[in-house]
């Protein structure tokens, strides 16, 4: 729950950024997310390769430390900086994303009895649905309130405009087409710096969120053994094969 939570409100916050803080057109901003989904779709790939390798807990406490990276990577963005900032950071959170989408589904349902298999998936697949709304709504409402006490339109804004533009950003570009150039400029510029803000804000507290999970999803799997690995007490627990002279023995007793 808590990835799905976190991604649905950096991807709001980066797909607004793309667009109306670099001022890319949709296409061109979906082009430019396209490193993270490179970066995913090797993370998916490789993740189950090495969790054969290392206990599951450390792949995906170790991708879950470069999300926290690439999440860091973002507080680092400014309005000016261009997109490829903003950019590296959603890769790299993407990149580390991978184990746990990928390695979580393994653990709930290895977790279950067989005819619980059902209940398992569905329970799994409604976390997610509700962390990624949650996650919407309550890092998107922090994000509307550092924007909101941020943002200052320029005196010689008309009221309702200045009014129209404390709402959002995409509000404050809507009602600065409708101003001179400059004027228009002075009203968008404050309003991207207040949207930029609150997207290091939530940022930060993404990546401390993302921290705890990672050491705590460490410390309490960190005895499930790699994928396909025989459990730890089943070579103690296997009948001992009899050998030729205990055979023998049996024979003449």
């Known amino acids: 729950m808590f990835g799905t939570l976190l991604m649905g409100a950096i991807m709001l916050f980066i797909t607004q950024d793309l667009q109306l803080v670099e001022g890319f057109t949709p296409l061109v901003a979906g082009l430019w997310m396209m490193p993270a989904i490179a ?3 090797l993370s998916f790939i490789v ?6 390798r290392f206990r599951p807990a450390y792949v995906i406490g170790a991708g879950l430390a470069i999300s926290v990276c690439g999440l860091i990577v973002l507080t680092q963005t400014d309005t000016t ?24 589904i393994g653990l709930i ?11 398992a998936a569905a329970l799994n697949e409604t976390s997610g649905q ?10 998107g409402s922090i994000g509307a309130a550092v924007y909101d006490s941020r943002f200052t339109p320029p005196d010689d804004v008309p009221a309702d405009t200045a009014n129209a533009a404390r709402e959002s950003l995409s509000d404050a570009v809507v009602a600065a087409r409708d101003l001179p150039a400059e004027s228009a400029e002075a009203l968008v510029a404050p309003a991207r710096e207040a949207f930029v803000s609150g997207l290091h804000l939530v940022g930060a507290i993404s990546a401390a969120i993302l921290a705890t999970v990672a050491v705590l999803i460490v410390r309490l ?7 396909g690995a025989p459990p730890a007490d089943e070579s103690s ?17």
Not at 221 to 227: E, K, W
């Open 39 to 41: 970066t995913n779709t």
């Open 221 to 227: 799997l960190r005895g499930v053994p790699p994928t």
């Open 237 to 253: 627990s296997a009948p001992e094969t009899p050998s030729i002279d205990d055979s023998e023995n049996e024979k003449v007793a």
């Open 81 to 104: 900086s261009g997109p490829t900032t903003l950019v590296t950071g959603f890769a790299l959170i993407f990149l580390g994303a991978g184990p746990l989408v990928t390695l979580s």
């Open 47 to 52: 993740s189950p390769i090495l969790a054969r």
């Open 109 to 119: 349902m290895a977790s279950a009895p067989p005819e619980k298999a059902g209940s």
């Open 130 to 139: 509700f962390g990624f709304a949650f996650g919407l709504a309550a890092l």
